[in-house]
């Protein structure tokens, strides 16, 4: 049977080279890890050749052998000797060579995944200013389910390993660059593989460039340059905090959510311009208190008084303090009412207190905050009376429809819940509506953050 050069690239490449990452790359921090490829036939003929020019590293020699080839290669095998001879340009430092034969592979071929692989792995690096780097990895957890669609590929599982258009794949599976998921395209590094009976889309890729995915989808990117620059060192701070408390606690790589738990991340296709250059004017930028990170917590809309952590979570930091908001109200999130009905009121009673109460009777505030937020409710109905924590109320019963616990006004009348109130989030740190309001009025990036985070210090680490 004759073997085509399939074999051979995949074994010269993948087994022989393309482990062997440049130091100038591997040291960037940057390149993803080899596809992991089974070992093919020892290739005969022309094929033979190149390979053991190849192991020598005979580089020159190989490619005259592959040029000779391509005069008369076809399909598959013309596919397979581009790639090796863009690698065997990547090993020569020939980069510009290298894109020119990566980029003739034919786009749909079984070829054309390991050749954006290579541009991506041996792209020489961007420089950056002195003393700054695009911060460490971060990783997002962007997808789950027990089946995933990704670029038109259907992805599924059976037991732990990972198929691909029922086909099955290596786990974790390596997918190209800028692939697409759920409408949107995606920085760095995206993986697929088996968790706890489950498929996972996994988005790895340096602080930084997440951030450019996230600044957009929590401050509107037309606001005030000062302003787009505090939420940046704000989101900063508290996901590179994030990544230290879960590192110190399990000693493993660190995932996040790309939800409103940590900051709404959307990938490539999210990012602006305006929100990017905010991004980059602050690299490297964080909140520091005592030489640590902060929790450098943020909300929507203050309302006009702003909370301390101790009495929304129990434990107080100093730079987290009750205090009126004197530029919030310009913001069109500054008050809201709302209704809910008892079914409402008694789901979300079980979901924030696993208790039951009957009929509800009475709906009472039992307990505030010194900055007036709602702590406690007292709910009672015809098999009892409870309290409950205001905040787990909030967030069982939809924290987008009960905006905030600020509430002016309320009233519960034949089995209706109407509340008026003030802001829109926890009340803590950051108000980003406040800043954009005290960025128009003249108020610096620093100011702004000298405000909302109270003796904390701007420090830059990378």
Known sequence: MRLTFLAVSRLAVFVVGLALVSPAVAGAG????????????TPAGPARAVFELIEAKKY???????????????????????FVLGFVFCKQGRWPDAKSALDAVTPNSEWAAESRFLLQTYAPPVAAPVGRTAGPE???????GQTLTVNRDRFSRSGQAVLKNGRRVESPYLLPPESRFNGRSFRGKMEISVEKG????????????YLYGVLK?????GWPEEALKAQAVASRTFVLRRMDLARSSSGRPVRLASDVSIQVYRGRSSEDPRSSAAVDATRGQVLTYGGELIEAVFHSESGGT?????????????????????YS????????????????????????????VGRLRNFEVAEKTAGGRVRLLSL???????????????????????????WTDFSYKNGRLGVQGRGWGHGVGLSQWSAKSAAEQGLTCAQILKFYFPGTKIVTIY
């Open 306 to 326: 702003l909370e301390s952590s101790g009495d929304i979570w129990g434990r107080a930091y100093p730079y987290l303090i009750s205090k009126p908001d004197p």
């Open 380 to 406: 009672t109905g015809t098999r009892g009376r409870v309290t409950v924590p205001a905040g787990k109320f909030r967030l069982s019963i939809g924290p987008d429809r009960l905006r905030s616990l600020l």
């Open 60 to 82: 020159e020699q190989a490619e005259q052998k592959i040029q000779a080839e391509l005069k008369t290669a076809r399909g598959e095998d013309r596919d397979a000797y581009l």
């Open 30 to 41: 940057s390149a993803p890890p080899a596809p992991q490829v089974p070992a093919s036939p």
């Open 329 to 356: 109200g310009a913001s069109p999130r500054a008050s809201w009412e709302a209704e809910f009905d008892e079914p409402e009121i008694l789901k979300a009673l079980d979901r924030s207190a696993r208790a039951k």
């Open 198 to 209: 489950r498929l996972v889309l996994v988005n790895s890729l340096p602080v930084e460039e």
């Open 138 to 144: 971060v990783q997002i957890e962007i997808g789950s």
């Open 217 to 221: 989808n929590e401050v509107g990117p």
